[in-house]
């Protein structure tokens, strides 16, 4: 298991931009495939962006694909979550996520390891 702490969330304007940052624990970081997750009161976990164990392939929900760009590195067992032109409707609790399975799946049920979150406003 690996254990993850995101930071980086906070309250900004429409149209700024913010970096999410999941710290990983443990030595085998570079075997989990890593997605950030978001989730308002009432609705179901969804899907924003996913990056495989190397870095190479990266996957993105059509809500925020062209405006957010995921990153890792490996070295620091970090992954990144870059935000840009935010909108109202980002406002949300981001998680990232690890998983073992080498699949190209959104579906949190496949990721076995969730940080805290970390709370993202977005004011109009």
């Known amino acids: 298991q690996v254990q993850l702490v995101e930071s980086g969330g906070g309250l900004v304007q429409a149209g700024d931009s913010l970096r999410l940052s999941c710290a990983a624990s443990?030595?085998?970081?570079?075997?989990?495939?890593v997605g950030w997750f978001r989730q308002t009161p009432g609705k179901a976990r969804e899907f924003v962006s996913a990056i495989s164990r190397s870095g190479a392939v990266t996957y993105y929900a059509d809500s925020v694909k062209g405006r957010f760009t995921v990153s890792r590195d490996n070295a620091q067992n970090m992954v990144y979550l870059r935000m840009n032109s935010l909108k109202p409707e980002d406002t949300a609790v981001y998680f990232c996520a690890a998983s073992i399975i080498d699949s190209s799946s959104s579906n949190p049920a496949v990721f076995g390891s969730w940080g805290q979150g970390t709370q993202v406003t977005v004011s109009s």
């Open positions: 443990g030595r085998t970081f570079s075997s989990y495939r």
